[in-house]
């Protein structure tokens, strides 16, 4: 098994940034890929960014050039680095851990983001 937990998350004013941490536990041998997903009240969970052991990276449309994914092997920790925070960025953000992109099998509880206008 495998334990996800997010932290990181906050109250910020719109440009500001925050960065989200994603510590994982357990048998972590088994997550080639990490990403992370945000949902908002009454919206639909979406995809925010991934990354894999080799680094490639995939980012929504949304947040390009915006955050960055990243990920220390030694720590078994990912980030997202997010700048320029916009209002719409207001969301419950999800860590999520599996064997490939879109291949999510462990979920982490979520940390609240609160972007203020």
């Known amino acids: 098994q495998v334990q996800l937990e997010e932290s990181g998350g906050g109250l910020v004013q719109a440009g500001g940034s925050l960065r989200l941490s994603c510590a994982a536990s357990?048998?972590?041998?088994?997550?080639?890929?990490m990403g992370w997903f945000r949902q908002a009240p009454g919206k639909e969970r979406e995809f925010v960014a991934a990354?894999?052991?080799?680094?490639?990276?995939y980012y929504a449309d949304s947040v390009k050039g915006r955050f960055t994914i990243s990920r220390d092997t030694a720590k078994n920790t990912v980030y997202l680095q997010m700048n320029s925070l916009k209002p719409e960025d207001t969301a419950v953000y999800y860590c999520?851990?599996?064997?490939?992109?879109?291949?999510?099998?462990?979920w982490g509880q979520g940390t609240q983001v609160t972007v203020s206008s």
């Open positions: 999520a851990g599996g064997i490939g992109f879109g291949a999510y099998k462990y």
């Open positions: 357990g048998r972590t041998f088994s997550l080639y890929a």
């Open positions: 990354i894999n052991w080799s680094n490639t990276t």
